[in-house]
């Protein structure tokens, strides 16, 4: 009975907390195993996110924690699930690096994704605060200021003519020769936006912030922040290990888990709330995506127990059809 549990959440993020929550007031006996591993832990703070705004990401988590420790029958593990296997039942057998084994009987997937950007020395260094992916979640911070948007194509004239929104002053740096057609580099002109098609070898520091693009003739562009055209993608095999379907690969999403609109996944008991299956990451997005998939989690428990109604699983591939 120790390991059995009737809901594993894998993520203590966002949406994994949030989901832990509901469980936990429903009385179901929840385990969240968290990595630790949460994309926005190296950001300034949670941007737009009403009573939170500009909360460091670990601040809110903590409390989250310190929230669910009056519900008895949630129990946190600190640690990394590194395989799944669905059951009958459903029922569903975790492995985690420690080599414990653990069994539920629904599965919720909310350890978030993993941002990948261009190696380019010194942008690592400011990822989360000067270098960012989102100006809904990092603009007010860098109003005003001379930025960069590092991208090409249709992503670039997007992500430039959006973050027109905060500042004057921007450059696009395609980072080699530009893919952009006539009528975007006439958009971005009217807008104010300069096109930048050098080598981008660095982004240089001053006093620990980000200060100029160094390009590969040796020349400096002095900016102070920059929009990164990033991809995110699963962080570990786990939906592949259980056959959860995702999207086709996007410019912005890679693999992101298909859902429901109650959060279920192609497979039956497995549900994803956050970033995992995301178009658009943001952690109000995320908080509420949780709780809506810890409501539909309770309900399908109580209709395993009573016979409550619930709608049938549903079947992606008939809705491709």
Avoid at 63 to 83: H, M, N, W
Avoid at 210 to 216: D, E, R
Avoid at 229 to 250: E, I, K, M, N
Avoid at 264 to 288: E, L, W
């Amino acid at each position: 009975m120790q390991n059995e549990w009737e809901c594993a959440i894998v993520g203590g993020g966002a949406a994994g907390l949030s989901a832990a929550l509901v469980l936990g007031r429903a009385r179901r006996r929840t385990l969240v195993v968290d990595a630790g591993e949460q994309s926005n832990r190296a950001a300034h703070g949670i941007g737009g996110l009403l009573g939170h705004d500009g909360r460091p990401p670990a601040d809110l988590y903590a409390d989250g924690r310190r929230e669910l420790a009056k519900y008895p029958s949630v129990e946190f593990i600190e640690g990394q699930v590194t395989g799944a296997t669905a059951q009958d039942g459903p029922t569903f057998r975790l492995e985690l690096a420690d080599g414990s084994v653990h069994r539920a009987k629904r599965l919720l997937l909310a350890g978030g994704m993993e941002y990948e950007y261009p190696d380019i020395p010194g942008l690592h260094d400011h990822w989360g605060r000067s270098a960012f992916h989102c100006p809904f979640c990092h603009g007010w911070e860098a109003r005003d200021r001379a930025l960069a948007v590092l991208a090409d194509g249709d992503r670039a004239a997007h992500m430039a003519l959006l973050l027109r929104a905060w500042t004057d002053d921007i450059v696009v740096l395609t980072n080699g020769p530009s893919s952009l057609n006539d009528d975007q580099n006439r958009a971005l002109a009217d807008a104010g936006v300069r096109v930048d098609e050098r080598k981008v070898v660095e982004f240089a520091s001053r006093n620990d912030e980000l200060a100029a693009a160094v390009f590969a003739d040796g020349d400096e562009l002095k900016r102070e922040g920059v929009l990164v055209a990033s991809a995110l993608r699963q962080r570990t095999d786990l939906v592949a290990q259980l056959g959860v379907r995702t999207a086709p690969p996007g410019p912005a999403v890679i693999d992101a888990v298909v859902v429901d609109q109650i959060n279920r996944t192609s497979v039956p008991g497995v549900f994803a709330a956050g970033d995992v299956c995301a178009q658009m990451p943001q952690v109000a997005a995320a908080i509420a995506s949780g709780s809506g998939a810890a409501a539909a989690i309770v309900q399908s428990l109580v209709h395993d127990q009573f016979g409550l109604p619930v709608m049938p699983w549903p079947n992606f591939d008939q809705q491709e059809n």
